[in-house]
């Protein structure tokens, strides 16, 4: 059974740092480029950084660049985006995925509030 489960949100206040992690099971993990979704309350949900499967390449949103790393440890099937410089406006659900062809995976979220 496939299996993406984000940790590591919670209540930060602004400036500050959380680095939110992605485990995953019941598929070949290492193959699959895996990303970062966000959505806040009222928005569509958007593509906040990606990682190719061997973590070669990486790609981020223009309002996290410089401020927001992706990376991923194939050894041990996780995903880990590193947030610094937190602002109000990155208050969301981030939700990890993986991606291979027409295969797509999605975790359930975790909720990341940046305070003023």
């Known amino acids: 059974q496939v299996q993406l489960v984000e940790s590591g949100g919670g209540l930060v206040q602004a400036g500050g740092s959380l680095r939110l992690s992605c485990a995953a099971s019941?598929?070949?993990?290492?193959?699959?480029?895996m990303s970062w979704y966000r959505q806040a309350p009222g928005k569509e949900r958007e593509l906040v950084a990606r990682i190719s499967s061997a973590g070669g390449s990486t790609a981020y949103a223009d309002s996290v660049k410089g401020r927001f790393t992706i990376s991923r440890d194939n050894a041990k099937d996780m995903v880990y985006l590193q947030m610094n410089s937190l602002k109000p406006e990155d208050t969301a659900v981030y939700y990890c995925?993986?991606?291979?062809?027409?295969?797509?995976?999605w975790g359930q979220g975790t909720l990341v509030t940046v305070s003023s």
């Open positions: 019941g598929f070949i993990f290492s193959i699959y480029a």
């Open positions: 995925k993986a991606a291979r062809g027409v295969l797509d995976y």
